[in-house]
C-alpha cells in the first residue's frame, strides 16, 4: 500500500538516557533534510523495566541500577560521565545522578493519546526533561497532568487516561512487536521498515539513513521489507542495564 510519507519508526523508553539523546540528533538531522515535509515520524513504547512502581512511587536511578540491576558504583560513574558529555554535545544539562527510576507505562499511554492530537514528539520531548534534566519522577500524575495540559491537552482527558487502561494494550502491542523485529535495546530508530539505527547514533548517521531509506522509497512507496539491516550504537537493554 502506498504511503503519501515515509515512515520512521521509534522505539523508545523515558528512562533511557540514550533515548533523549537520540531524539535530540534525529530532529537535528531532520531539520537539515530537504524533504522532511515527506518524513513521518511514529513514537513506539518500549518499557526496560515494567516491574518498576508507579503513582510517583519511583526510586533513586542510583539505588536503582546498584540494588535492583547491579551495576558497580564506578561503572555507574563511568555512564554519568560519559553520558555528560553526549548530553553537553546536544546541549542538554545532565542531571542523570538525581533522576528517578519509575514505572514508564502511563507515560507511554499519555504519549499515545497526545499521538491522537499530533502532540507525541512534544510529550516525549517534556517527559525526556523530566527524567534527565529535571529528576522528576515521570509515574506521578500531577507531573504527567501538568505536562499533558502544557500542550494543549484538556485535564479531564488526562485525568481519565490515568485512571483507566486506555492504550495500555497498545503498548504492550508496540512492545511485542519490537520483540518480532528483533529488537532488544533502546532507542531503535526504524527507516522505512528497512534500516535500523540502534542506540546512541550521531546526527550524521540519521542524516545518511534519512537520505538513504528515502531515495529507495520514492522508487517503490509499496515494498515490504523483511531483513532489516541494523547499525548498532551505545544503547539500554531489556534488563535495565545500558552500554558503557
Not at 500542550?151 to 485525568?159: A, D, F, I, N, Q
Not at 511485542?176 to 532507542?187: H, I, K, R, S, W
Amino acid at each position: 500500500m502506498n504511503s503519501e510519507k515515509m515512515k520512521v519508526e521509534v522505539w523508545t523508553d523515558i528512562m533511557c538516557p540514550y533515548c533523549y539523546l537520540g531524539k535530540v540528533h534525529y530532529e537535528k538531522a531532520l531539520e537539515q533534510f530537504p524533504h522532511s515535509d515527506q518524513v513521518e515520524l511514529e513514537w513506539k513504547a518500549f518499557q526496560l523495566n515494567p516491574t518498576l512502581p508507579n503513582k510517583g512511587e519511583g526510586t533513586s536511578i542510583i539505588e536503582y541500577l546498584e540494588k535492583s540491576v547491579g551495576v558497580s558504583e564506578e561503572n555507574i560513574k563511568q555512564m554519568l560521565v560519559q553520558i555528560e558529555a553526549l548530553a553537553k554535545e546536544c546541549g542538554i544539562t545532565s542531571n542523570l545522578e538525581n533522576s528517578v527510576a519509575a514505572n514508564t507505562l502511563d507515560a507511554h499511554r499519555l504519549v499515545k493519546l497526545a499521538a491522537t492530537k499530533g502532540l507525541a514528539s512534544e510529550v516525549m520531548l517534556l517527559l525526556s526533561k523530566a527524567y534527565f534534566e529535571e529528576a522528576k519522577d515521570y509515574s506521578d500524575y500531577n507531573v504527567l497532568i501538568k505536562i499533558g495540559t502544557s500542550v494543549g491537552l484538556k485535564e479531564k482527558e488526562v485525568e481519565e487516561l490515568l485512571h483507566s487502561d486506555i492504550y495500555a494494550y497498545e503498548v504492550k502491542q508496540d512492545i511485542q512487536e519490537a520483540a518480532n523485529l528483533g529488537f532488544d535495546t533502546v532507542p531503535t530508530f526504524l527507516f522505512n521498515r528497512k534500516y535500523a539505527l540502534v542506540g546512541s547514533q550521531p546526527v550524521g548517521a540519521f542524516l545518511k539513513k534519512l537520505q538513504k531509506s528515502f531515495d529507495e522509497w520514492q522508487k517503490d512507496k509499496s515494498i515490504a521489507h523483511t531483513n532489516i539491516e541494523t547499525t548498532k550504537g551505545l544503547s539500554c537493554y531489556e534488563d535495565g542495564t545500558c552500554d558503557l
